[in-house]
C-alpha cells in the first residue's frame, strides 16, 4: 500500500517535470504567462513529491521490509539504523531517486528565490531543468525502479523484479537482505556520496540558465552571469567536499595508504570540477573587464556536459571501474539523453556565438588578464589530459582490439607539471595588476618570496630521507614554499595597508581585511588551502617509503627510522557478521616507543569479503600506515605486515579543510543580495512585462 | 696424501660455494622486491587495482610467482616481460610508448600547445585592437572633484597597488 | 588546423576574431561530439553484450602445459567443449570433477574437451590439474585471446561447438549433472 502510494508519487512527478518543460516553452512563445506560472507551479510540486517517496524508501530500508528488492539488496539485520539510512544510495535505484529528487530541490529553489528578477529567462530555465528532471525521474519509475518487488515462479523457480505482480508469480520475501558493500559500511558514506550528488546535480542551474540566456539571447547581458556565478559556487562548494570526503574516505578504508587511485569514476568528478573552477576564476574577467562572456558560456556548459557524463559512465559501466553501480538497463535510455544534450547545446552555442563579439582590448600580454586566460588553458589542459586517458582504453580497445590500462603513472606525468604550472600562476597571479602589470615592479614583489622560498627548500631537503626523483622532489617543494609565501604575503600586504591608513594593530587588520574583503581573501585563504594540498601531495609522492615483511613474535620490521614490534595476533567475530583477525604490534621511532597499533582484516562472511582495517599513527609530519597482510591460521606465530610511512599527508586534509573555509567565507559576499555590484546593470525593462516571444 | 688433501680443499671449496648459494637466497627477495615489481603491473582479473596492494587469492598467488621468478634470477624487466605475454598489455600500469598506444602520451602535449599557441594568438589579437588611449566615459574622472585631490588620490592608489 | 588559420590571418594583418570558435572549430566541435557519442555508443553495445553464443567458433591455436598443441578448426567432424577455468576460481572446482568425469565418459566418442586456462599463474594451474586428475588439455590463454576472441564475462564457462565447428550455446557459471550430458548427447546425435 505504501509503496504503491511511492510509485504513483514517482509516477506524477514524472508527468509533472514532462508537462511543466512543455507549458513553460509554450507560454514563453505564445507570450501567455498563464501557463509559465502553471509550469512553475508543475514544477514545485515535483519537490515535495519525490520527497515523499525517497521518505517511503528510507523507511522501507530502517524497518528492513524486505518486499522491497533495492531493501532486500542493500539493507540487512547485521546493518545499524545509520548504515540503512545511508543505504539509500547504496545501490543504482536508490541513489538515481536521490539524484532526481535532489535536483527537484535545487529547481524549486530557484523558481522561489529568482522568479521575480530573471522573468525572461525563467520559461526556459524551467524547460531545462524540468526536462532534465523528467529524464532522471523516468529512470526511476520505469528503469531502476526502487519500488520494485521481487517475484518468485513457482514452476520455475525462478526469481524476477518488477513493480506489479506478473501473472503466475508469488511475492518472494528474503528471510535477509544482501547489505551495503563491506566497502560502504563506513562513516564516510553518510558524506561522500550526498554531497558529491548534490555537487553534479546543483550543475544543472547554471546550465539552465546559461541555455535560457542563448535561447533569449540573453547571453551577452550581465544580469544572468551574476546568478549564475553563485549557483555554480553552491555545485562546486559540495563537489569539492565530496572529492576531499571521498580521498578521505579512500584513505581510511581501502588499504594502500592511498587517496585518490585516478580511477574512471574519480575523473569523473574532478573533470567538472577542473571546468567548474576555471569559470569561477573567468567569470571574474567577465565582472571587471566584460571580457570572455562567450567563454564563460561554454565554459558552464562544459562543466555540465562534463557532470552528465560522469555520471553516465559511472551508472552504465561502459569503462570498468572499482566503483561501478551494477549493471542495469539504463544504458540506451541515457546514451539518447547524453547525446540531445550534447547536440542541442551546442547547436545553441553556434547559433547565438556570433551575438557575443565583445570589444575585447588587451594593454599588456603581461597583466591579469592574460594570467586568467593562461589559467584558463591549464585547467582546460589538465581536464583534457584526464579524459582523455579516460575514454583511450576504449578507443583503443575499438581501433586495435587489445585492451589496455591507464593507470596513476599516466595521469601523474601527464597532469603533474601541468598542476605545478598552475599553482604558481596561482601564487604570482594575484600580484598582477589589471591592465599592465609593471615587469620591474613585479620582480621587485617577488624577490623576497622567491629568496625565502629557495632558503626553506635547501633547509627541508637535508633530513636523511632520500626522496625519488630528487630533482623533482625539490622543485616540488620550493614550489610550495614559494606560492606558500606569495600567498601569506598577500595577507601581509592588505594588513599593513590597513596597519598605516586606519591605525589598527595586526590582528585587528587582518580580521578587518576578512570581513570587509570577504570573496577576495576568502579567495586567498582558499589558495593557502591549496598550497597545504600541495605541499601533503608533494610529501606523499616523493618522500613516501614502505616496506613489507613476515616477523615472528617479538619480532620487528624497520622502515625509515621507524620499528613495528609485532606482540600477538587474535580471532574473534564481530557483532554485524564479520570475523576479525587483530594484530598488536608496538610502533617505535628511532627507539623510542609511540604507540600500539591494531591493524586487522574483517572477513564479511556472508558476502565472501575482506576489508582490510589500517592502524594509523597520525602526525603534521607524517603517517604511520600499517596493514595486517597475513597471518598463520596454525601456530599464529609470524604474521605479515606492510608499513606505509606517508609524510606530510595531513597536510592534504588540513589543507582541504582550509579550502572549505576559504570557500564559505567568500560566498558568504555572493548570498549577500544588498551588497553592491562591481559593475552596473542594465536597467530593468523586462521585470514587469508579460513573457515575450523570441526576439 | 696429497689427494686427500685435494679432495679436502675440494669439498671446503665446494660448501663454501653452497653456504655463498643460501647466503644470497636468504635476503632476496624480500617482499619489497617483489612489490616493487607488483607495483609497476595491476591485477590481471580486478578493475583498475595494482598488484602490490590486490588482496585476492590470485594476487597472492602472482606474487608467488613474482617472487619464484625473482629468485630463480629474473631481472624486474624480464618478470614484466613475462606478464605481458601471459596476460595482455592491460596489465601494465603505465601505457607503453609504441604503436597506438602512444597517441595516449602525445595527444595531451598536443593539445596543450595548440591551446598555448592559440591563446598566444588570441592575446596578441586583443592587444592589436587596443585603441590610442581615449577618455571614454566610464574612466572619465568626474568633473567635480578639485585636481589637487586628484593628483592625490591617484598617488594613494599607486602607493597601495 | 584552427592554428594555421588564425596565425595566417594574424599575419596577414587581418583581425583575428575575438571568439575562439571559429568555422573550423565548429566543424571540429561537431566532430568531436558526434565521435564521443558514437564511441560511448559502441561502449554500451559492448558492455551490453554477453559471451558469444551463436555463429562460428573463433578458431585458436592452445597449447597445453604438457607442450601438446589444438588447433580448434582443426577438430571439425567431432563436438567440443570449451571451458574457461582458473585455479583461483572457487566455482570451477565445483564442476572440476563433472567435467573429467564426462571427458572419460565420451572421449572416445567423437568428442574433445579443451580447458583454456584464463589469467593463472603456471604452478597453481599445474595443481588444480593434479588435483582432480584432469586428463583433457589444458592450456593457458596467452595474451588472454582466446578469452576476448569468447567475450567471457568470468569464469567458469563453458562453450559448445558442433561438429561443424559453429558455437551452439554457452553455460556460465558451474555446470550440474545432467546438463553438460545432456548437451553433449544432443550435439552428437545430430549428422555431419
Not at chain 1, 536597467?683 to 512585462?689: D, G, L, W
Amino acid at each position: 500500500m505504501l509503496y504503491d502510494l511511492g510509485y504513483f508519487a514517482l509516477l506524477i512527478s514524472f508527468v509533472l517535470a514532462l508537462y511543466a518543460a512543455g507549458a513553460a516553452v509554450f507560454g514563453a512563445q505564445s507570450g501567455r504567462a498563464q501557463f509559465v506560472e502553471s509550469a512553475r507551479n508543475a514544477a514545485l510540486l515535483v519537490f515535495p513529491l519525490l520527497a515523499l517517496a525517497v521518505l517511503i524508501v528510507i523507511y522501507g530500508l530502517v524497518t528492513l521490509d524486505f518486499t522491497l528488492a533495492y531493501v532486500a539488496d542493500v539493507s540487512s539485520r547485521s546493518m545499524s539504523t545509520f548504515l540503512r539510512l545511508t543505504a539509500l544510495w547504496g545501490g543504482q535505484a536508490g541513489s538515481v531517486l536521490f539524484w532526481g529528487w535532489m535536483m527537484s530541490g535545487f529547481a524549486a529553489a530557484v523558481l522561489i528565490r529568482k522568479w521575480q528578477r530573471d522573468r525572461e529567462l525563467m520559461p526556459y530555465v524551467i524547460f531545462v531543468t524540468m526536462g532534465t528532471l523528467a529524464f532522471f525521474v523516468g529512470l526511476s519509475a520505469f528503469i531502476t525502479n526502487p519500488f520494485a518487488r521481487v517475484w518468485h515462479d513457482p514452476a520455475t523457480g525462478e526469481l524476477i523484479t518488477a513493480v506489479f505482480q506478473p501473472t503466475g508469480m508469488m511475492a518472494y520475501v528474503p528471510l535477509d537482505g544482501q547489505g551495503l558493500n563491506p566497502l560502504l559500511r563506513h562513516f564516510g558514506m553518510i558524506g561522500h556520496p550526498p554531497t558529491t550528488y548534490i555537487g553534479f546535480t546543483g550543475f544543472v542551474i547554471p546550465y539552465a540558465f546559461a541555455i535560457a540566456a542563448l535561447i533569449t539571447g540573453k547571453a551577452g547581458e550581465d544580469e544572468w552571469i551574476r546568478t549564475t556565478r553563485r549557483w555554480t559556487l553552491v555545485a562546486w562548494l559540495f563537489l569539492t567536499i565530496g572529492l576531499v570526503l571521498g580521498g578521505r574516505w579512500a584513505y581510511d578504508v581501502l588499504g594502500w595508504g592511498g587517496y585518490w587511485g585516478w580511477d574512471p569514476v574519480e575523473n569523473a568528478m574532478l573533470m567538472p570540477w577542473l571546468t567548474g573552477t576555471a569559470f569561477l576564476h573567468s567569470v571574474m574577467i567577465q565582472e571587471k573587464r566584460g571580457m570572455l562572456k562567450m567563454w564563460n558560456v561554454v565554459l558552464i556548459i562544459l562543466t555540465y556536459s562534463l557532470s552528465l557524463f560522469g555520471t553516465f559512465i559511472t551508472r552504465t559501466g561502459v569503462i570498468s571501474s572499482v566503483h561501478a553501480f551494477s549493471k542495469s538497463a539504463m544504458g540506451p535510455a541515457f546514451l539518447v539523453f547524453v547525446a540531445v544534450t550534447f547536440l542541442g547545446s551546442l547547436l545553441l552555442m553556434f547559433k547565438r556565438l556570433n551575438t557575443l563579439k565583445a570589444e575585447h582590448e588587451l594593454d599588456s600580454l603581461l597583466s591579469r588578464e592574460s594570467a586568467f586566460v593562461l589559467q584558463n588553458l591549464l585547467f582546460l589542459g589538465i581536464t583534457f589530459a584526464v579524459f582523455w586517458g579516460t575514454t583511450f582504453p576504449m578507443i583503443s580497445e575499438l581501433v586495435t582490439g587489445t585492451k589496455i590500462t591507464v593507470g596513476p603513472p599516466f595521469f601523474k606525468k601527464v597532469t603533474g607539471p601541468l598542476f605545478a604550472a598552475l599553482v604558481l600562476l596561482m601564487g604570482i597571479a594575484p600580484l598582477f595588476a589589471w591592465r599592465k602589470q609593471a615587469a620591474a615592479k613585479l620582480g621587485k614583489s617577488l624577490l623576497v618570496p622567491f629568496c625565502g622560498s629557495i632558503v626553506i627548500t635547501f633547509a627541508a631537503a637535508i633530513p636523511h630521507w632520500q626522496p625519488h626523483p630528487y630533482p623533482l622532489a625539490l622543485l616540488g617543494l620550493w614550489l610550495v614554499s614559494f606560492v606558500a609565501l606569495t600567498t601569506l604575503m598577500e595577507f601581509w600586504r592588505g594588513a599593513r595597508a590597513r596597519m598605516h591608513s586606519q591605525g589598527e594593530n595586526f590582528l585587528a587588520a587582518l580580521s578587518h581585511l576578512l570581513s570587509r574583503n570577504r570573496r577576495r581573501y576568502g579567495g586567498y585563504i582558499i589558495h593557502l588551502g591549496v598550497v597545504m594540498m600541495a605541499l601533503g601531495v608533494v610529501g606523499d609522492e616523493f618522500f613516501k617509503a614502505e616496506t613489507q615483511g613476515t616477523i615472528g613474535v617479538g619480532q620487528s620490521l624497520a622502515v625509515e627510522n621507524y620499528t613495528l614490534t609485532f606482540e600477538n595476533v587474535r580471532q574473534y567475530s564481530g557483532s554485524d557478521g564479520r570475523e576479525i583477525v587483530e594484530a598488536t604490534a608496538n610502533l617505535y621511532r628511532d627507539g623510542e616507543f609511540i604507540t600500539t597499533l591494531q591493524p586487522r582484516r574483517d572477513y564479511f562472511i556472508a558476502q565472501q569479503q575482506p576489508v582490510t582495517v589500517p592502524a594509523v599513527y597520525s602526525t603534521p609530519g607524517a603517517d604511520v600506515y600499517v596493514l595486517l597482510v597475513g597471518w598463520e591460521a596454525i601456530g599464529w606465530n609470524a604474521s605479515t605486515f606492510k608499513i606505509y610511512v606517508n609524510p606530510l599527508i595531513n597536510w592534504v586534509w588540513a589543507g582541504g579543510l582550509t579550502f572549505i573555509i576559504g570557500t564559505l567565507i567568500a560566498a558568504w559576499t555572493s548570498l549577500d543580495e544588498k551588497r553592491t555590484a562591481s559593475y552596473v546593470l542594465r536597467p530593468a525593462t523586462a521585470s514587469q512585462i508579460a513573457y515575450v516571444g523570441k526576439p | 696424501m696429497p689427494r686427500r688433501l685435494l679432495l679436502f680443499l675440494l669439498t671446503l671449496a665446494a660448501s663454501f660455494f653452497a653456504a655463498a648459494g643460501v647466503y644470497a637466497q636468504e635476503g632476496y627477495p624480500t617482499d619489497d622486491d617483489v612489490n616493487q615489481v607488483a607495483k609497476q603491473l595491476y591485477c590481471p582479473v580486478c578493475p583498475n587495482t595494482p598488484l602490490d596492494v590486490c588482496e585476492t587469492k590470485a594476487c597472492q598467488d602472482w606474487r608467488a610467482q613474482i617472487k619464484d621468478q625473482l629468485s630463480a634470477g629474473w631481472t624486474d624487466e624480464q618478470v614484466i616481460q613475462y606478464f605481458v605475454a601471459q596476460y595482455g598489455e592491460r596489465v601494465l600500469a603505465e601505457p607503453r610508448r609504441s604503436g597506438f598506444t602512444s597517441f595516449v602520451w602525445l595527444l595531451p602535449v598536443l593539445a596543450v600547445a595548440i591551446g598555448l599557441v592559440i591563446v598566444v594568438q588570441v592575446l596578441r589579437g586583443w592587444k592589436a585592437r587596443r585603441v590610442a588611449p581615449v577618455i571614454r566615459a566610464d574612466s572619465a574622472p568626474p568633473a567635480d572633484i578639485p585636481p589637487e585631490v586628484l593628483k592625490r588620490l591617484e598617488e594613494e592608489l599607486r602607493r597601495v597597488s | 588546423m584552427s592554428v594555421v588559420t588564425e596565425t595566417d590571418a594574424a599575419s596577414a594583418g587581418v583581425r583575428v576574431r575575438p571568439s575562439l570558435w571559429g568555422d573550423v572549430g565548429r566543424w571540429a566541435a561537431a566532430l568531436l561530439v558526434l565521435g564521443l557519442l558514437a564511441l560511448l555508443g559502441w561502449g554500451l553495445v559492448q558492455a551490453a553484450n554477453g559471451p558469444r553464443d551463436s555463429g562460428m567458433a573463433p578458431d585458436f591455436i592452445l597449447t597445453g602445459f604438457d607442450g601438446q598443441m589444438v588447433t580448434l578448426s582443426q577438430l571439425r567432424g567431432q563436438v567440443v567443449i570449451i571451458n574457461f577455468w582458473a585455479s583461483w576460481c572457487p566455482p570451477c572446482r565445483e564442476e572440476a570433477a563433472y567435467l573429467e568425469q564426462t571427458w572419460r565418459k565420451y572421449q572416445n566418442r567423437g568428442v574433445v574437451f579443451i580447458g583454456v586456462d584464463w589469467v593463472d599463474t603456471e604452478k597453481e594451474a599445474l595443481a588444480y590439474i593434479a588435483e582432480f586428475d584432469i586428463t583433457y588439455l589444458n592450456g593457458p590463454d596467452l595474451g588472454t585471446r582466446i578469452a576476448q576472441a569468447y567475450r567471457i564475462q568470468g569464469v567458469p564457462e563453458t562453450f559448445y561447438v558442433d561438429k561443424t565447428g559453429r558455437l551452439r550455446g554457452v553455460h556460465i557459471g558451474p555446470l550440474k549433472p545432467p546438463e553438460l550430458d545432456n548437451k553433449i548427447e544432443e550435439l552428437l546425435n545430430e549428422p555431419l
